[in-house]
């Protein structure tokens, strides 16, 4: 099992930042990959940006040139820089972890942190 902790959502005004983190633990030893999902009321969860263990990055259109996630190799954690943030991009921010090995492998979601934007 891996636990999945997010934190520093909150009220921003238009063309604000906000920094979220996301600390994994647990059964963390064979993690693929973290990343940030989002789901404004009344939409589907989207991906917003995902960070490939040994791998690459992918950002969503709507967020490319915007937010930044990166990563902190000694604490299984990962952050979402947002910076130009829009009206849009409100929604609650949820952190997922890609871990385990073969069957076993699986998506390990936090709860999830909310994120405003005012006009």
């Known amino acids: 099992q891996v636990q999945v902790v997010e934190s520093g959502g909150g009220l921003v005004q238009a063309g604000g930042s906000l920094r979220l983190s996301c600390a994994a633990s647990?059964?963390?030893?064979?993690?693929?990959?973290m990343g940030w999902y989002r789901q404004a009321p009344g939409k589907q969860r989207e991906l917003v940006a995902t960070?490939?263990?040994?791998?690459?990055?992918n950002y969503a259109d709507a967020v490319k040139g915007r937010f930044t996630i990166s990563r902190d190799n000694t604490k299984n954690m990962v952050y979402l820089q947002m910076n130009s943030l829009k009206p849009e991009d409100t929604a609650v921010y949820y952190c997922y972890t890609n871990a385990g090995l073969g069957y076993l492998r699986n998506n390990y979601w936090g709860q999830g942190t909310q994120v405003t934007v005012s006009s």
């Open positions: 647990g059964n963390t030893y064979s993690i693929h990959s």
């Open positions: 960070l490939i263990f040994g791998g690459g990055i």
